[in-house]
């Protein structure tokens, strides 16, 4: 079955930092979105990709869809500490209605 | 326009015991989906749901765990006869008409501890 890999697992960063969290689909995906869940927190939307080779922002907050559609990365510039939390990344292939999530990565911010 | 709903939030039981969960979708929302996260993992999908029809069971244990979504009222999870391995949070989700490309908006959890 389709499988999400996501990595890093952990990332440790000083406030003003960038980050960058990668997924990778081991089958060709028809959209791919991406939540941040707070530590006792839910999953949150954060955005949804679809075309290939797509990029969107928001705010320090950077999102591609690579070209092959199957792999996709967020990157975060100038880190703040209310950035805390695990990034998810969540991808659909096609015809399927079941997105297959990533195991996240926690990043963790030091003021 | 209020959110997804879950209740309870947090939920004890004693192994053996039954566990309800329930779940109400976002206002207009017809599909639900169940996922269970255990600590520093990520979401494994076990079941969705349409209105009085289980589409997708795939990712639910065959045996103790049911779900159902009726024509009224909220989506139930329900585990019975509980052991230690089903200690989770237990989030759902609901999303609109267009399953396949329709935001999946998460609820707050329940979260399960089985003594």
């Known amino acids: 079955g389709q499988q999400v890999m996501q990595i890093p697992q952990y990332q440790h960063v000083q406030e003003g930092e960038d980050f960058t969290t990668y997924c990778n689909s081991s089958?060709?995906?028809?959209?791919i979105q991406w939540y941040k869940q707070r530590p006792g927190g839910h999953p949150v939307f954060l955005i949804q990709l679809v075309k290939s080779g797509e990029v969107k922002k928001q705010k320090r907050l950077t999102f591609q869809f690579g070209e092959a559609k199957k792999n996709s990365s967020l990157h975060i510039t100038a880190t703040q500490t209310t950035d805390v939390g695990t990034y998810f990344c969540a991808g659909l292939s096609g015809g399927s209605y079941i997105p297959t999530f990533g195991r996240g990565t926690s990043l963790i911010v030091h003021p | 326009n209020a959110g997804v709903m879950q209740n309870p939030r947090h939920l004890v039981r004693r192994r053996g015991q039954e566990a309800r969960l329930r779940c109400s979708p976002m206002?207009?929302?017809?599909?639900v989906y169940w996922y269970r996260q255990l600590p520093e993992e990520g979401l494994k999908f076990m079941v969705y749901l349409q209105k009085e029809n289980i589409i997708d069971e795939s990712g639910m244990p065959k045996e103790r765990f049911s779900a159902e979504f009726p024509k009224e009222g909220p989506s139930i999870l329900r585990i019975q006869q509980v052991v230690r391995g089903d200690s989770a949070a237990y989030f759902c989700?609901?999303?609109?008409?267009?399953?396949?490309?329709?935001?999946?908006?998460f609820g707050p959890g329940t979260r399960l501890t089985v003594l």
């Open positions: 989700a609901s999303s609109g008409w267009d399953s396949s490309t329709d935001t999946q908006y």
């Open positions: 206002k207009g929302h017809s599909h």
């Open positions: 089958t060709t995906l028809s959209n």
